[in-house]
């Protein structure tokens, strides 16, 4: 069909729901080629990602960058990401009155699918347990509840393309019995129809948006009842599905085989990612890209792989640490063959420079070459497809590239409290270390003297030193044990009393 043809078919549909053509299938549980389109959006040729936003951005991009450098065609959001002040005030994001707040608040594309839901992937597991009525959530300040009434309320006021219905998992519990499994199945059937119905009391000309209903990553059998009622009578008002377990993914009824997969399960390696596409999966978030940046590891495969050389016996790593030693003189591009800004424009040395610096640009590179990567390796899958040579190429990656990406040896940027699992937060020690430090007593007496200031000597100009000097020389770390007939005399700080 010619695109002028897709084009007027795409203004016939309802301005704001998406459409999802299945292109190429050979079964219920195999690979496929689709197309989701929405009048106004990029289309998004899949198997395909989106991009797993945090705040509203991709880690490390910039709104700018975002727009100049990197290609997605839609992204994820977390409602909890906006929330935090929530119940005690309203959040600023809903006090935003234009159309579409939530685009504008983040400055998203005008072109680009905005897909939400509660939580962020993977969500951190929240001690607030839900309950009939609420669901627990990680906000940058701490665990908060939020009810399917304001999450439905949320969406009709932030206009997402996309809507996830609300699911009851206990994120982070090893074994979930029977009986709460029924309750899953339960809560979440009665929080989509919540969903539904607000969707149904939308005014005319008012923006709606399409639903992807939740399937839990539980047996069919534990979820019949929510399934059955999905086919009865919510499956004509929903666009798509999101997968919580694509292992159980043959549980899934025939009737809602023709439904866009969003898979929520977060992949460890490009090995799972294949996995998951020739299971079906249609899209992803895929919350290793930005794990990878963190570690200074720039992705370095290609799918199909290139040909194996027949004298190599050992296989290729998924990504390089730009930490390591061996590239500080090396003048090379990240990664062969990669046409990405960073490639480009940039060499390992000088990335390598930045991370030791910990200056930000390191990281913001690499986020944009392990995003062309990601999107050069989806290209690769869908060309695959569509020579049906896709489970020959996955064999051939297997047999190229070690089964794991490699392990994080360098110190990431700075960590922040949603990025931390809430036992983490019951520890006792500093998430990130301390940028001063506290100089031993020698060190201390060899600054003193290259700075000409002799023990017991009260130092002239003492008071237009910077307290930050201050604070590297001397130290305020409580809890270590240095004389104090060594320290700058007389030298009072104000919170000096802890150590
Ligand atoms: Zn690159």
């Given amino acids: 069909m010619s695109i002028g043809g897709r084009e007027e078919r795409l203004a016939?549909?309802?301005?704001?729901?998406?459409?999802?053509?299945?292109?190429?299938?050979?079964?219920?549980?195999?690979?496929?080629?689709?197309?989701?389109?929405?009048?106004?959006?990029?289309?998004?040729?899949?198997?395909?990602?989106?991009g797993n936003t945090s705040r509203g951005i991709i880690p490390h991009v910039s709104q700018d960058n975002y727009r100049k450098s990197v290609t997605l065609n839609g992204v994820y959001i977390p409602l909890e990401d906006f929330v935090e002040k929530h119940p005690q005030q309203t959040p600023p994001i809903f006090k935003y009155d234009v159309?579409?707040?939530?685009?504008?608040?983040?400055?998203?594309?005008?072109?680009?699918?905005?897909?939400?839901?509660?939580?962020?992937?993977?969500?951190?597991?929240?001690?607030?347990a839900n309950t009939n009525t609420e669901v627990g959530l990680s906000t940058s300040v701490g665990f908060k509840s939020m009810s399917s009434e304001y999450y439905a309320a949320a969406v009709r006021k932030l206009q997402p393309d996309i809507v996830i219905g609300l699911a009851d998992i206990p994120f982070g519990q090893e074994s979930v019995g029977t009986k709460r499994k029924d309750k899953m199945s339960d809560r979440t059937e009665l929080w989509l129809r919540d969903i539904i119905a607000r969707k149904s009391t939308l005014d005319k000309g008012e923006k709606g948006w399409s639903i992807f209903a939740p399937i839990l990553p539980i047996e069919r059998d534990l979820q019949s009842w929510y399934l059955e009622h999905l086919l009865e009578d919510m499956v004509d008002k929903i666009s798509g599905l999101a997968i919580y377990d694509t292992y159980l993914l043959d549980d899934l009824p025939d009737q809602l085989h023709h439904l866009p997969r969003l898979s929520f399960h977060a992949p460890a390696s490009p090995h799972?990612?294949?996995?998951?596409?020739?299971?079906?999966i249609d899209l992803f978030?895929?919350?290793?890209?930005?794990?990878?940046?963190d570690a200074g590891i720039v992705?370095?495969?290609?799918?199909?792989?290139?040909p194996k050389e027949a004298s190599s016996s050992t296989r290729r790593i998924?990504?390089?640490?730009?930490?390591?030693?061996?590239?500080a003189t090396s003048v090379t591009a990240l990664s062969d063959g990669c046409t990405c800004y960073a490639c480009t424009k940039h060499h390992r040395a000088y990335l390598q420079h930045l991370l030791a610096a910990k200056e930000m640009l390191g990281w913001?590179?690499?986020?944009l070459h392990n995003?062309?990567?990601?999107?050069?390796?989806?290209?690769?899958?869908?060309?695959?497809?569509?020579?049906?040579?896709?489970?020959a190429d996955v064999a051939a990656f297997e047999a190229y590239y070690e089964p794991a990406l490699p392990e994080k040896t360098g110190q990431g940027p700075r960590i922040r409290g949603y990025q931390f699992k809430s036992e983490e937060h019951a520890k006792k020690e500093k998430k990130n270390p301390k940028a001063y430090k506290r100089f031993d007593a020698d060190k201390i007496i060899e600054l003193k003297a290259a700075h000409g200031q002799q023990p017991n000597k009260k130092p002239e100009m003492r008071d237009v030193i910077d307290d930050e000097a201050l604070l590297g020389l001397v130290g305020m770390e409580p809890g270590v044990d240095v004389d104090p007939t060594t320290q700058l005399d007389g030298l009072k700080i104000g919170d000096d009393t802890k150590a």
């Avoid at 897909?115 to 962020?120: H, N, Y």
């Avoid at 978030?285 to 940046?293: E, K, Q, S, V």
């Avoid at 998924?318 to 590239?327: R, T």
Wanted: hydrophobic letters at 45%.
């Fill in 285 to 293: 978030t895929i919350p290793f890209l930005a794990d990878a940046t």
């Fill in 99 to 128: 159309p579409e707040p939530l685009r504008k608040f983040i400055a998203l594309p005008e072109d680009t699918l905005l897909v939400l839901g509660a939580r962020r992937n993977p969500p951190i597991p929240s001690p607030v």
């Fill in 12 to 50: 016939q549909l309802p301005p704001d729901m998406i459409e999802f053509t299945l292109l190429k299938t050979t079964g219920a549980l195999a690979p496929r080629l689709g197309r989701i389109s929405l009048a106004g959006r990029k289309t998004i040729l899949t198997p395909a990602f989106i």
């Fill in 318 to 327: 998924l990504g390089i640490d730009m930490w390591h030693e061996d590239h």
């Fill in 371 to 391: 995003h062309a990567i990601m999107a050069a390796f989806f290209d690769g899958v869908r060309a695959s497809l569509e020579a049906r040579t896709f489970d």
């Fill in 299 to 306: 992705l370095d495969f290609t799918f199909p792989p290139p």
């Fill in 364 to 367: 913001v590179l690499i986020q």
């Fill in 272 to 280: 799972e990612l294949l996995r998951q596409v020739s299971l079906g």
